[in-house]
């Protein structure tokens, strides 16, 4: 579903603020496959997100999504294979646009257009049943600027929008980075059960410790640009926040230090 051979990428590259974000890294998912991405500041795991969505150009290896090579295709023609949030609830929609406006620019993606633009009554009715399954009332506020939604109801849509159409590959950065603990708790639960009802191949990058154990069929760790840990099946579903810590620091001979990781 999703190959990765020997990606590389450097920043500032040749320069004295050279950084190598990634470090020839190999990795593969299969289809359904949900993995959950950890890593202290700096370790890889945004830059690989980012790679993968084709917002950074690579210096180095391949990406294969469902088989075709995305390596070169740019950020806007890889979008048809790709949902993705991002850790700001302010992207990812149209703040001046209500509701079902949002939903409906989502549902016709990479679509025939024409001249006409409005929402019909039967898209209407399917935007609201989706909006139900939120819980959050939205489906009593479709005509409502997203502009006038609080940060957990705007990621929520923006979640919605995402898996819409079943891309082939969900990519979730941080997307409860920014919100309080209650409402990143709803967010998950949503996450959960949209990508279960989908059956969504689905790549998340989390600091959350916690959540990247209990979320998913498989983790990896990164550290210094590489995959330092790769845990999946019954491994995963009996691990707990010591042994996590305690295969990262066998694997990569050094400590976790990353205090952000440690308190969450």
């Not at 609201?128 to 009593?140: F, K, Q, S």
């Not at 939604?149 to 997307?175: N, V």
Request: hydrophobic fraction near 40%; aromatic fraction near 4%.
């Amino acid at each position: 579903m999703l190959e990765i051979k020997g990606l590389t990428k450097v920043f500032n590259a040749g320069t004295v603020n050279e950084k190598i974000a990634l470090s020839s890294v190999d990795f593969s998912m299969e289809p359904g496959d949900f993995v959950t991405v950890i890593g202290g500041n700096g370790a890889g795991k945004s830059t690989l997100l980012n790679c993968v969505a084709g917002v950074y150009p690579v210096d180095g290896g391949h990406i294969l999504l469902d088989g075709h090579d995305v390596t070169r295709l740019p950020e806007h023609k890889r979008a048809k294979f790709l949902g993705r949030v991002f850790q700001d609830p302010m992207m990812g929609t149209a703040a001046d646009m209500n509701i079902e406006e949002n939903l409906a620019l989502s549902f016709r993606r990479g679509k025939h257009h024409t001249l006409r633009w409005g929402v019909t009554n039967a898209e209407r009715a399917k935007y609201r049943e989706l909006l139900a399954l939120l819980d959050l009332g939205l489906e009593n506020r479709m005509t409502s600027k997203v502009g006038l939604l609080s940060g957990g109801q705007r990621q929520a849509l923006t979640l919605l929008m995402a898996t819409l159409e079943s891309p082939k590959l969900l990519l979730l950065d941080e997307h409860t980075a920014a919100l309080d603990p209650k409402t990143a708790a709803k967010v998950l639960q949503l996450t959960e059960m949209l990508v279960k009802e989908h059956q969504l191949t689905t790549l998340m990058v989390t600091h959350n410790m916690n959540d990247a154990i209990r979320m998913g069929n498989r983790l990896i760790m990164m550290n210094e640009g590489k995959i330092a840990v790769d845990i999946r099946g019954d491994e995963k579903k009996s691990l707990h926040r010591a042994d996590l810590i305690a295969l990262f620091e066998k694997s990569s001979g050094s400590k976790l230090e990353s205090d952000r990781l440690l308190l969450s």
